[in-house]
């Protein structure tokens, strides 16, 4: 007897359908599984069986069979666990195979028989959702599969409700598409710029940044502040829109973050280890899973301690920051997950960390300060627009109650000056315009033009410095709303580029 039903498998961020064929014929009870399986596929036997043993169910003693279609996809994970247990009752008659063959089925079986959570589901769930079949999920992945408009969602917690379900006994309610929650601001929801005492100066770099869509670098001494401005980043952003949204939680989806977890609604704020390998951070492996970059998607990359990075992880950021996107290469197929996101990387100045102090407390040589400089990647450093210092606040500033704006208002501001690029027409955010598009959009006054120039003989800066000037100047106008770029811009957007004056050497 032979049975059929449908699952789902996912390579990068796409959902593909995978035919489960069961067929319980003659020969000593076994069971084998063929179709490119992983090691975890090949151990749901154990599970498949226990799991039926343990839902009551019978076990006849016949040789099973199980195919995974198309035999050429590689197949990982427990995904399929539920769908063979459901072919494996057809097949031996304990349900009817046509009531299987109209749905597909999700979801990892625990020994007990109940269904466990697997990671993609969003995704699987529109790829069902374009077939018409209604899909089995588990009960902790209902509510982003019902995320997808249209698509049949029927939450199963065990094996048990799945049988009940098919064959009529007691059909299970479909999934509700969840309440849609309002989009809110990014990051930790009680961490404020409020908070944050002093620091009018860097408070003021992030805003250009969240404005323009620039990259920036926080340096400064130990305990500075440079952790906790960078963690309230994603709360002066806008927020996310609904498509933003959607691509977010897919990613998080795939990566299995959202077990039992509302879809996304706020900016992601990711700060890796600076152990972390360059897999872990751009993504791979033998299913390739999305890194941290991606997971970074729409929102911020912290690399606090930017020196000790690897490295060879930090040059791995190069591709990606370039292209928004992150193509990982395997010998069979090559996938690629968005990773569009703002780096905020901080360090410290000296090994010290105080050079820049006013105490005077540093004593690190100069070679060892030229060497921990040296450890920063010069191409990914080429990628930072802003360079922000951040001293050491003042005792008395410290004790004295936080008087500073909240991030609600720096998002005011920051809307606005985006509102404003784009009724000027101009649709790449300030940091992403091209040479061509520079041009274009940085109309300068005559006296600007005269800054501009005398900074660049003064402070020798290179072409490269000069590119970024100007598009740090052009959201400072944006900022202003000032269709074109003033002096007072220019000499603001100077004081963003402090590695290029080398202040400290
Ligand atoms: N400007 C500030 N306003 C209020 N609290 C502050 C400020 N700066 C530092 N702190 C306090 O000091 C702690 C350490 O700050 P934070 O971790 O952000 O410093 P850091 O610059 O990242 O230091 P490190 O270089 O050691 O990583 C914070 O948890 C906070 O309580
Ligand atoms: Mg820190
Ligand atoms: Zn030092």
Redesign the pocket.
């Known amino acids: 007897m032979l049975a059929r039903t449908l699952s789902y498998t996912t390579i990068g961020l796409e959902a593909l359908p995978v035919e489960v064929e069961v067929d319980a014929g003659r020969g000593l009870p076994a069971l084998a599984i063929v179709g490119l399986p992983d090691q975890a596929v090949k151990e749901a036997k154990e599970r498949v069986r226990t799991a039926l043993l343990n839902s009551q169910f019978e076990l006849p003693s016949v040789r099973f069979t199980v195919n995974l279609a198309p035999a050429d996809v590689r197949k990982a994970g427990g995904v399929f666990d539920l769908a063979i247990a459901l072919g494996m009752l057809a097949a031996s008659r304990q349900l009817d195979p046509h009531a299987l063959a109209s749905v597909a089925a999700l979801g990892e079986l625990a020994l007990d028989g109940s269904v466990r959570p697997v990671p993609g589901v969003l995704l699987m769930a529109r790829a069902a959702r374009r077939r018409k079949v209604p899909l089995l999920v588990p009960c902790a992945n209902s509510a982003e599969a019902a995320l997808v408009e249209g698509a049949v969602i029927l939450p199963v917690a065990s094996l048990r409700q799945a049988l009940e379900h098919l064959s009529g006994e007691r059909p299970l309610a479909a999934a509700a598409p969840p309440r849609r929650r309002a989009p809110r601001p990014g990051g930790a929801e009680d961490a404020d710029f409020a ?5 009018a100066h860097a408070k003021r770099a992030l805003e250009v940044a969240a404005a323009g869509g620039h990259h920036a670098l926080l340096i ?10 960078a963690q309230r980043f994603p709360g002066i952003q806008a927020e996310l829109t609904r498509e933003e949204a959607l691509e977010v939680t897919m990613i998080h989806s795939v990566a299995g973050l959202l077990d039992g977890q509302p879809p996304v609604a706020r900016r992601p704020f990711r700060s890796p280890h600076h152990t972390s390998s360059a897999i872990a951070l751009i993504g791979g492996g033998s299913e390739p899973k999305p890194g941290e970059i991606s997971l970074a998607h729409h929102g911020v990359l912290f690399l ?2 930017l020196p000790e990075f690897h490295r060879d992880v930090l040059e791995s950021l190069r591709q990606p920051l370039e292209e928004g996107a992150v193509r990982i290469a395997r010998a069979r197929r090559s996938v690629s997950f968005p990773a569009r996101f703002t780096l905020l990387a ?1 360090m ?1 100045p000296c090994p010290c ?1 105080f050079l820049t102090d006013p105490s005077g407390r540093c004593r690190c040589p100069s070679t060892a300060v030229a060497r921990y400089l040296g450890k920063l990647s010069g191409p990914l450093l080429d990628r930072v627009d802003l360079h922000v210092d ?1 001293p050491a ?1 003042p005792f008395d500033a ?1 004790t004295h109650p936080p008087s500073g704006e909240t991030s609600a208002q720096i998002r005011t501001r920051v809307l606005k000056a985006q509102r404003w690029r784009k009724k000027r027409g101009q649709k790449p955010t300030n940091a992403q315009l091209t040479s061509k598009e520079l041009k274009a959009h940085c109309a300068l006054t005559p006296e600007a033009v005269g800054l501009l120039k005398s900074a660049m003989r003064e402070l020798t800066l290179s072409m490269r410095s000069y590119t970024k000037l100007l598009k740090i100047s052009r959201t400072i106008a944006d900022l202003a709303a000032s269709d074109h770029i003033l002096p007072e811009h220019i000499a603001e957007a100077i004081q963003y580029r402090s590695l290029d004056r080398q202040l400290w050497m």
């Open positions: 908070d944050v005492r002093g620091q400064g001494p130990p305990g500075s502040g440079k952790t906790m401005l606090d301690e901080a410290n960390g951040v606040v410290l």
